[in-house]
C-alpha cells in the first residue's frame, strides 16, 4: 500500500493543474495516478483525423504556462498534446505521476478519516482524493441491433483505428457531434462513399481558424505583455456569448440562427439535403459545434445524408428505418461521451457506505460548486457537475476549483480539522439556486434533448452563467458551509 496525504487522478488538464498548484502550495506529499503511459487526457487520446480544439489556443491554456508561440487561432490535437507534455516536463510533473495505474475504486474510512483507493496496479491511502477524470472519457457507442454481427472494422472516434485503411472503402458514419464534424472532412476525400447517419442536426458555425502570423503574430510573439494582453481579449470575447444564453440578449441568437441557415442553405446545392442540416432547435441548446469545411461536404458525389434512423447493422452494412440498406466496409461511431453517466464508472463509497453513483442515480447529480459532495468527506472533484461551458475555455473553471481547494486545505489546517464535507443545506441551496437558473436557459428551454441533461432531463453539465461568477463564488471558502471533523 502507498500512503500519500493527496492522490490525484488524472493528468489531462484538471490533474496536471492540480499537481502544479499543491507543488506551488508546498504540499508536496502527494501522487498522480494515469491509466496511460502519458500526460494529456482527452488530448493524448483522441487522434482521429482533424481533431482540434474550438476555443482560441491562448485561452485554451493555463494561465500561467501561456504559450506565445501557438501556430493556429485554434490548435490541432497533436500541437495542444505537446504543450500539455512540455509543461509536465518543465513543472517536473513526470515524477510524481505513477503511470498505467487506474483508479478501480475508493472507500472512505469513518474511522481513520481517510480514503482507501485500489487501482489496476497498488493500493493507496490517502487523506485526500482529488478527481480529474473529467468527463469526455467513456466513448459512448449506441447499442444498435446487430452490430456484433458486422463483418468489417467498426470503431468510435475517441479509440480511432489508424491501422485501417478507408481508401477506397464505403463507410458509415454514425452520429454528427463534434467530433464527427472534424474528421468527415478529413476522410471524404478518400472513401468511396460515405454515409453519414444524423439523429439530430447540430448547429454548426463558422470557424475562421487561421495561421497567428502577420501583425496579429507579432503583436502576440514581440510585443511585452501581448500574449497576455491577445488572452485577456479572447476571454472577454468568449465570455459576451453567455448573454446569449442566459442574459437579456436570448433574441440575439435568432439572428445568428438566421445567418447559420442562410449559409447552408446558400452552401448545399440540394435544397433537402439543406433543410436536413438546420436544427430545429435554438442555438445553443446543444453544444454549438465550429468548423470551416464540414458543410460543404454535403455538395460531394460520394456523400449521403441519412436522418431516417437506423433500423439494424448487418454484416455488410447498415439497414436504415425506412426500409433502405446501404452496404458499408467501416463504421464510424461520432456519438460523443457519457457525461451525465460517467459517474456509474467510478466506484467510490463514502460515509455509510453511500455509493456515489447510486447516490446521484437515485437523487440527482447534485454538489457543492460542483467539487465537493456532502456525506463524501475530503473527495474533490474538477470539471464536476455543472462546471462545463458553452462558451467559454473549461481551463479557467479548472484553475478556479484547484485554487478554491488549495483554499480547503489551508482551511482545515487552521481548524485543525482532518475531514471537512459540506452541509446538506448548504449543498442544497446552492443546487436550487442553479437549477433555477439552468431552467431560464437556452439548455431548458431552447427545444432539445442533449447530453447536457441527465436521465431526469435537468442540465447537470454546464455551469449556468458568466465564469467571473464562478471566479467569485471560489475565490474564498465559506467555512459555515461545510461540516469539519478532526481525529479523535
Known amino acids: 500500500m502507498i500512503t500519500t496525504d493527496t492522490l490525484v487522478i488524472g493528468t489531462g488538464f484538471s490533474g496536471m493543474g492540480m499537481a502544479m498548484k499543491l507543488r506551488e502550495a508546498g504540499r508536496n506529499d502527494f501522487v498522480v495516478i494515469e491509466k496511460a503511459d502519458d500526460v494529456g487526457g482527452t488530448w493524448r487520446d483522441n487522434t482521429y483525423p482533424g481533431a482540434e480544439c474550438d476555443i482560441q489556443s491562448h485561452m485554451y491554456s493555463f494561465s500561467y504556462e501561456l504559450n506565445k508561440d ?6 490541432g490535437q497533436q500541437e495542444i498534446w505537446e504543450y500539455m507534455r512540455s509543461v509536465a516536463r518543465k513543472h517536473d510533473l513526470y515524477d510524481v505521476i505513477h503511470f498505467g495505474t487506474e483508479a478501480t475504486g475508493a472507500v472512505w474510512d469513518e474511522d481513520r478519516l481517510r480514503w482507501t483507493v485500489s487501482t489496476s496496479k497498488e493500493t493507496y491511502d490517502a487523506r485526500v482524493v482529488v478527481s480529474g477524470i473529467g468527463g469526455l472519457h467513456i466513448p459512448n457507442i449506441p447499442d444498435l441491433p446487430g452490430a456484433e454481427s458486422f463483418s468489417g472494422p467498426r470503431f468510435h472516434s475517441a479509440q480511432w483505428q489508424h491501422d485501417v485503411d478507408l481508401t477506397g472503402k464505403k463507410v458509415a458514419v454514425v452520429g454528427t457531434g463534434a467530433s464527427a464534424i472534424q474528421f468527415i472532412p478529413q476522410i471524404v476525400g478518400d472513401v468511396a462513399q ?61 439572428v445568428m440562427e438566421n445567418k447559420v441557415s442562410d449559409y447552408i442553405r446558400r452552401t448545399v446545392k440540394d435544397p433537402e439535403v439543406a433543410e436536413k442540416l438546420i436544427p430545429d432547435y435554438r442555438l445553443g441548446c446543444k453544444r454549438i459545434l465550429k468548423t470551416d469545411n464540414y458543410v460543404p461536404v454535403y455538395n460531394r458525389d460520394n456523400v449521403e445524408l441519412v436522418t431516417d434512423g437506423i433500423e439494424e447493422i448487418t454484416a455488410d452494412g447498415i439497414r436504415a428505418k425506412d426500409g433502405t440498406f446501404r452496404e458499408a466496409d467501416v463504421i464510424i461511431y461520432g456519438t460523443g461521451f457519457h457525461v451525465t453517466d460517467a459517474f456509474e464508472w467510478v466506484h467510490v463509497t463514502g460515509k455509510g457506505g453511500r455509493d456515489l453513483s447510486k447516490t446521484f442515480k437515485e437523487k440527482g447529480i447534485e454538489t457543492y460548486l460542483g467539487i465537493s459532495v456532502t456525506d463524501f468527506p ?82 447537470r453539465t454546464i455551469w449556468p452563467g458568466f465564469t467571473f461568477r464562478y471566479w467569485w463564488a471560489t475565490r474564498k471558502v465559506e467555512a459555515q458551509d461545510f461540516a469539519w471533523e478532526k481525529a479523535a
Open 70 to 75: 501557438w501556430s493556429r487561432e485554434y490548435s
Open 194 to 254: 460515405l454515409d453519414v447517419y444524423q439523429r439530430t442536426a447540430p448547429w454548426v458555425v463558422p470557424k475562421h481558424n487561421h495561421d497567428i502570423e502577420g501583425r496579429k503574430g507579432a503583436f502576440i510573439k514581440r510585443l511585452p505583455g501581448g500574449t497576455r494582453a491577445y488572452r485577456n481579449a479572447m476571454y472577454w470575447l468568449n465570455e459576451a456569448q453567455q448573454l446569449a444564453f442566459t442574459g437579456p440578449l436570448q433574441n440575439v441568437s435568432k
Open 378 to 459: 475530503n473527495f474533490f472533484f474538477l470539471l464536476g457537475p455543472n462546471t462545463a461551458l458553452g462558451h467559454n475555455s473549461v481551463v479557467f473553471m479548472i484553475e478556479q476549483q484547484t485554487k478554491w481547494i488549495i483554499a480547503m486545505l489551508d482551511e482545515m489546517d487552521e481548524r485543525g480539522a482532518q475531514a471537512v464535507e459540506p452541509t446538506s443545506q448548504a449543498q442544497r441551496e446552492f443546487n436550487d439556486a442553479l437549477q433555477e437558473k439552468v431552467s431560464k436557459g437556452v439548455w431548458s428551454q431552447g427545444g432539445c434533448t442533449s447530453w447536457y441533461l441527465d436521465s431526469q432531463g435537468k442540465n
